[in-house]
């Protein structure tokens, strides 16, 4: 198991900057993925950007170029440096962890933090 702590929302005018962590309560290299989703009002929760235990990352198509997703191995710590946000960036933002062992995979999510993006 593992608990995931999210931090850094907050509210940020259109073209601004938000740093979002992820703080994970074991070695984020025992992680197989590590990754951001956000769930914006009546909408489905969707995958922002995940990096694996060996350092590949991937990315929404909407989000790429705009977001990075960087981790801290001595912190337990991923984060998502956000850039040039716009209004529809506007969710709460969920750290998941996905752990597979033994061929099956189990999922944790923290408590989300909430993203505001005025126009």
């Known amino acids: 198991q593992v608990q995931l702590v999210e931090s850094g929302g907050g509210l940020v005018q259109a073209g601004g900057s938000l740093k979002l962590s992820c703080a994970a309560s074991?070695?984020?290299?025992?992680?197989?993925?590590l990754g951001w989703y956000r769930q914006a009002p009546g909408k489905q929760r969707e995958l922002v950007a995940d990096?694996?235990?060996?350092?590949?990352?991937n990315y929404a198509d909407s989000e790429k170029g705009r977001f990075t997703i960087s981790r801290d191995g001595a912190k337990n710590t991923v984060y998502l440096q956000m850039n040039s946000l716009k209004p529809e960036d506007t969710a709460v933002y969920y750290c998941?962890?996905?752990?597979?062992?033994?061929?099956?995979?189990?999922?944790?999510w923290g408590q989300g933090t909430q993203v505001t993006v005025s126009s």
């Open positions: 990096i694996t235990s060996g350092g590949s990352t």
């Open positions: 998941r962890a996905r752990i597979i062992r033994g061929g099956i995979g189990s999922n944790y």
């Open positions: 074991r070695s984020i290299f025992s992680i197989n993925t």
